[in-house]
């Protein structure tokens, strides 16, 4: 693949294509922007290339040009002292500079185009790469935002659970603890007034169910005989 043809796959990726089937986003986007400074380090290298073989060209072509002229200078010198054959080997040497030049020209416009798309691919994938950069930074603040709320609503989780099964052995302590409070209060409160008086009745009628009992067995003995 040619370096145009990696700047235009370059220019037409998809960043949310790209972040849907990674695995790990961050990372890719990462990659994305080093593919990217790599690529635009090495179109400016052509670009630099380019310019420079163009100047080169023009240069060559110029020095073909001037070469013409001196030989053609020199034709119309050899017809002024009437040496004819010097004139046609001079002017030979003059057409064969033309050539020349007419190939320089030839190669310094077609050197020139392919410098004016390289600066114009230069161009297109320095703001391609600012776009980048920022569209990255924005994705990967959002890929950690999107990640610390999933910990954080994780993390909620969790602490509802252990908070209700906290609360539900708290409110198991507690009712165990009302019982036993519950229990001790009837077993240690003292006699009431009340109290008192119906012990004193419960002991009445004990001893008037055991004074019948006595009268009962006192009567036996003198009813048989």
């Known amino acids: 693949m040619s370096l145009l043809e990696r700047v235009s796959t370059l220019l037409r990726a998809n960043l949310n294509e790209l972040i849907e089937k990674a695995e790990d986003p961050e990372k890719m986007l990462k990659q994305v922007v080093l593919d990217m400074e790599n690529q635009l380090l090495q179109v400016k290298t052509q670009v630099a290339i380019a310019i420079a073989d163009e100047h080169l060209l023009s240069k060559k072509k110029a020095e073909q040009v001037e070469q013409?002229?001196?030989?053609?200078?020199?034709?119309?010198?050899?017809?002024q002292k009437g040496r004819d054959d010097l004139a046609r080997e001079a002017l030979e040497r003059a057409l064969s500079h033309d050539q020349l030049a007419a190939g320089f020209t030839e190669q310094a416009e077609d050197q020139k185009h392919e410098a004016d798309s390289l600066r114009q691919a230069l161009h297109k994938l320095e703001q391609k790469l600012s776009e980048t950069r920022a569209h990255c930074e924005m994705?990967?603040?959002?890929?950690?935002?999107?990640?610390?709320?999933?910990?954080?609503t994780k993390?909620?989780?969790?602490?509802g659970v252990q908070q209700e099964?906290?609360?539900?052995?708290?409110?198991?302590r507690i009712h165990v603890k009302s019982a036993e409070n519950v229990a001790a209060v009837e077993v240690l409160a003292p006699e009431s007034l009340e109290d008192r008086f119906q012990a004193l009745e419960h002991e009445d009628k004990v001893e008037l169910?055991?004074?019948?009992?006595?009268?009962?067995?006192?009567?036996?003995?003198?009813?048989?005989?």
């Open 165 to 172: 099964q906290t609360i539900g052995r708290m409110k198991d």
């Open 209 to 225: 169910m055991l004074s019948e009992i006595k009268s009962r067995q006192a009567a036996l003995p003198s009813q048989s005989s």
């Open 68 to 79: 013409s002229a001196e030989w053609r200078r020199k034709a119309e010198l050899a017809v």
């Open 139 to 152: 994705l990967v603040a959002e890929h950690r935002r999107a990640k610390v709320i999933g910990r954080a």
């Open 155 to 159: 993390a909620r989780q969790v602490v």
